[in-house]
């Protein structure tokens, strides 16, 4: 107690330390009989807990931006009616805490300064070794020859160093246990997501669909069984999801880390069934639950912070700033086509494969997943979509994703079997679909040797007038096997068993007589 009246004698607020001193001190000097207690408040909010069975009654308090200190003496008095010491408080105000900005955010805007700064040092220093006397040029030669040993060493630490950053930020992937690199944090992200999805919100503003239209409820609903089938899962659990539906013809569908997922009616107008819904919304679920713009972030930060080495030493080495913007630009695209595409696709393959489990486990007809990207192909030829080389591409081909996802097609039933699922019609929706396309492709052939006159131009997948309000049937677990139902016909009742091998051929676009519509069909069901 002496050491703490010390200390405050010698405080730097005269009025205050006084007024504490005069209190502990007197509070030391008191015989026995005199009770106090120490109270300290630790938060934000009003709120104290018990510090010390004895001593002055020092009562610290916040609320918002204004926090009070008081002090209280309270003796307690043999004599009834024995002096009390009044309370008194001193109020002083703190400042509002300061949230800082993601650090995916931080580097986004940081990116393009590396890049100029590097472009800046490179030119300057070709233009410093150009202003050099020849004499001077040579001394440096052999001074870097001499020391080349050095230089060695010294680049090989930094390599080592730089190993060592990358080791410790290795991570592992939550469902399918791959080892990656991991800069940014899922933590990060959802700080940038949130920032994001307000965004997302004010530019689809006009075009989100009502939340009391039949293509919103279908998508919500199957946003949130797919989610209460797969809760096992942490990464799903801790997330609070919801469904936007965007007025638009893209064929496409996004998720945020924060699992707001917004579906265009483009895609709505492509799937075929609920159980094709279910594949494409898992997919997109994957794609946050797996972490993946927090993976594709941290891999292009870092080797975006290696190439700085390489823009610098292209400006130090081309004799001419055109020569220079050449090289950046050959080494960006070099850089996206050995890194960055690649990793992507790499990425879309594993949301394919995790997507099919968690439709699995949503009870969905898993085999629908390869048939949906067959009608993809079939429609991208037909309509005239321009097709690039995969290794062009962000995303693997149709093709390409149809035989991965029916490759692991086997392990999706045996996980659908052991969710408690009921059984799938014997119909397989794949051959059904090969079938069809097959009676197509011989319709087209007969109308074809009638005569250009009976060509017909091919009709695109049909948009659906309405969309169910609730989840059906075959997505919930029971003990006899439900119908599986066509997104268009729940609305209008139940179909019959069968409908759910038939309808998944519905979409086909129905070929023209040309060689081009023929070699489309013909290259599918090859």
Known sequence: MALLCGLLKRSRFPSFSSHLTRTFCRQAARPANTASSHFSCHTRKQGCRRATP????????????????QVRSQTTSPVPGGPVRTPRAHRFHTSARLRALPVPLIWMVIKPLQKLLAVIVGRSIRKWWVALPDNRRELMRQWAWQRRWHLAAGAGVAMVIVALLLLTHLDESPVTGRTRLLVFSRENYMEL????????????????????????????R?????????????????????????????????????????????MLDTVADVHQLTIVLGHEMAHALLGHSAEQASLSHVVDLLSLILLTAIWAMCPRDSLALVGQWVQDKLKELMFSRPYSRKLEAEADQVGLQLAAKACADVRAGPVFWQQMEIRDQLTGEPTFPEWLSTHPSHRNRFTQLDRLIPQALELRESCVCPALPSTDPRIVFSKS???????????????????????????????PTGLPAALLPQTEPPPSPNVDQLSKGPPPVGASETVVATPV??????????????????
């Not at 609070?240 to 996004?254: E, G, I």
Request: net charge neutral; charged share 15%.
């Open 193 to 220: 997501a949130a920032l994001t999805s307000e965004a997302y919100m004010e530019e689809f503003a006009e075009l989100l669909v009502p939340v009391s239209d039949p293509r919103h409820q279908v998508v919500e």
């Open 437 to 467: 396309v097959r009676v197509l492709l011989e319709n087209a052939k007969d109308q074809g040797g009638g005569g250009p006159e009976r060509a017909r131009k091919p009709h695109l997948p049909h948009k659906p007038t309405s969309l």
């Open 509 to 526: 676009p129905a070929p023209a007589a040309g060689e081009g519509s023929q070699h489309a069909l013909q290259s599918i069901i090859s």
């Open 222 to 266: 199957v946003v949130q069984h797919l989610a209460q089938r797969n809760k096992d899962i942490p990464q799903v659990s801790e997330v609070t999801w919801s469904a936007h539906v965007v007025q638009s013809p893209n064929v496409n569908a996004f998720v945020l880390p924060n699992g707001k997922v917004f579906m265009f009616t483009g």
């Open 54 to 69: 004895t001593g002055p009654p020092l009562l610290f308090c916040g609320n918002g931006r204004t926090a009070c200190v």
